[in-house]
Nanobody
Framework: QEQLVESGGGLVQAGGSLRLSCAVSGFTFSWYAMGWFRRAPGQEREFVARISWNSGSATYYADSVKGRFAISRDNAKNTLYLQMSSLKAEDTAVYYC???????????????????WGQGAQVTVSS
C-alpha cells in the first residue's frame, strides 16, 4: 500500500529556512516523478515544485518559489525533499508531497495527475 509521510514543517521567521521531507513506501520510488504542492488558508491547492523520475535530473518550480526553493530526492532512502530558503509570509501553507501517476516521466504541475498524497505538513512564516 502506497504511503507518503511528510515531516519538517514548523514555525519560522521571515527570511529563514526549513527543509521538508517526504518518506515513501509501498511502491518503487525511483520509477516515479514526484511533486510538492501547497494550500494556503482560503486558497486553492497550488503547484510548488516537481522532480523527474530516477536521477531527478529535471526539476521545475512555480515562479513564486523559483530561486528560493530546491526539490531533491534520495532514492536509496525513498525520500523526497524540499529545501525552502528566504521564506516569506506568503509561503505559509500546508505542504503536500505527491506521486505522479505515470512511471518514467517528468511529472506535471497539475495536481489531478498525481495519484497518491501525503497528509501534509504545516509551514508557518511569521513576518
Amino acid at each position: 500500500q502506497e504511503q507518503l509521510v511528510e515531516s519538517g514543517g514548523g514555525l519560522v521567521q521571515a527570511g529563514g529556512s526549513l527543509r521538508l521531507s517526504c518518506a515513501v513506501s509501498g511502491f518503487t520510488f525511483s520509477w516515479y516523478a514526484m511533486g510538492w504542492f501547497r494550500r494556503a488558508p482560503g486558497q486553492e491547492r497550488e503547484f510548488v515544485a516537481r522532480i523527474s523520475w530516477n536521477s531527478g535530473s529535471a526539476t521545475y518550480y512555480a515562479d513564486s518559489v523559483k530561486g528560493r526553493f530546491a526539490i531533491s530526492r534520495d532514492n536509496a532512502k525513498n525520500t523526497l525533499y524540499l529545501q525552502m530558503s528566504s521564506l516569506k509570509a506568503e509561503d505559509t501553507a500546508v505542504y503536500y508531497c505527491a506521486v505522479h501517476r505515470q512511471a518514467y516521466g517528468l511529472g506535471s504541475p497539475n495536481s489531478w495527475e498525481y495519484d497518491y498524497w501525503g497528509q501534509g505538513a504545516q509551514v508557518t512564516v511569521s513576518s
